[in-house]
């Protein structure tokens, strides 16, 4: 059996009569990358309702890398032992050096019932993964979120490496304008909130085929070629995708984007469904998914254009859409999280202070 270092915390609150003692422990391996300092979980509470716990988790991780490589993303899986559920917590665009420290934070809402364990309700907080400088990983990966963490990665060295080419190239205030267009887009961006569901929802909504269109992505490894979707006013759902593997390398994994046209002409990034599919080099397939969008509002959909947004190769290597492909989706296609990073930076320390950090990399 793997040996782990636990650090357990127990303390007592009260939250009126329903309230219960509540205990925590952080799981490390033996040879974690990382070493805990410290942990704060004062300001979490459970809740007993009805025949329920409401466990609200708010902690921070005080954490060192212990390494000899620098850290650029980091993720724990946060259990509810007793009854199996599980969250995650995924921190991208790190940057830690070998003896620093950093803090996470642990921001968690899980449910288990009141019967479930002897001790009380209880959250387990264990590391799932580290994602190096050189993209190595070191973990379990239970989530399996090593390939979204290397996405994010590759996506922060490309669009810092965009808005230092606007730097040098340009100066500063091409820089600001750069970061204020930004801000507009995301502002645009809003949409009906959807989210990627299995099977089909038990509502009656008449459905109908919508034709996929697909949005051109001249360096993209892959091609889709056609699709359809079954869709109605909360639903679109067992997507079928026609794609050809145009590269010299074997595919194993691709995602693929959903922009959402509604009556009204309005469009918006709906998700990026994920599929499994082993392509040789100039190999054909089709996907077929018995999922979907279900969205949050009704959507009087006229249209959906779908889009690569990644691949992964054998051996784990993978493709991202650059800047260029992505500027003709540009106010539609999501900003990653090292681009909504650097807007915080510019947003609340000013322009200097972006310039500075970018001077890091």
């Known amino acids: 059996m793997r040996a782990v270092r636990t650090f357990g ?50 902690a921070s991780l005080s954490l060192r890398n212990s390494t000899q490589r620098r850290i650029r993303g980091i993720a724990f899986a946060v259990y509810a032992p007793e009854v199996g559920g599980k969250g995650s917590i ?13 803090s996470v934070r642990v921001e968690n809402h899980l449910v288990r019932p009141l019967s479930a364990g002897a001790g009380g309700p209880s959250v387990e907080v264990k590391l799932d993964g580290v994602l190096f400088e050189d993209l190595g990983f070191y973990g379990p990966d239970s989530l399996d979120l090593q390939r979204q963490m290397t996405r994010w990665e590759l996506e922060a060295r490309r669009d810092r490496d965009y808005f230092k080419f606007v730097l040098k190239n340009s100066g500063a205030q091409a820089l600001a304008r750069e970061m204020l267009s930004s801000m507009a887009h995301q502002r645009d961006r809003r949409g009906p909130g959807a989210q990627i569901v299995r099977g089909r929802s038990t509502n009656v909504d008449v459905e109908r085929d ?77 996907v077929r998914q018995d999922a979907g969008l279900r969205f949050q509002t009704p959507v009087a959909i006229q249209s959906v254009t779908g889009f690569i947004t990644g691949v992964e190769f054998a051996g784990g290597q993978q493709w991202i859409p650059s800047r260029g492909s992505l500027s003709a989706l540009r106010g539609i296609a999501p900003t990653s999280p090292e681009e909504q990073r650097l807007l915080q930076i510019y947003n609340k320390r000013g322009l200097d202070a972006l310039i500075e950090e970018l001077k890091k990399f």
């Open 9 to 58: 915390l127990l303390w007592l609150f009260a939250v009126g009569a329903s309230a219960q003692a509540l205990n925590h422990k952080i799981d490390l391996p033996k040879d974690s990358p990382v070493g805990l300092l410290s942990a704060d979980f004062t300001n979490s509470t459970a809740t007993a309702r009805g025949g329920m716990y409401v466990v609200d988790v708010h």
């Open 210 to 286: 919508v034709q996929f269109a697909f949005a051109a992505m001249p360096d993209a490894p892959v091609e889709a070629l056609d699709g359809t979707a079954r869709v109605s006013a909360s639903e679109a759902r067992a997507p079928r995708f026609s794609v050809r593997n145009r590269s010299g390398k074997s595919v194993e994994h691709l995602e693929i984007g959903w922009i959402v046209k509604d009556q009204q002409g309005r469009e918006f990034y709906a998700a990026s469904m994920p599929a499994d599919l082993k392509l040789a080099p100039n190999q054909s397939g089709e």
């Open 90 to 102: 995924t921190v991208p665009s790190l940057d830690v050096a070998p003896g620093e420290t950093f």
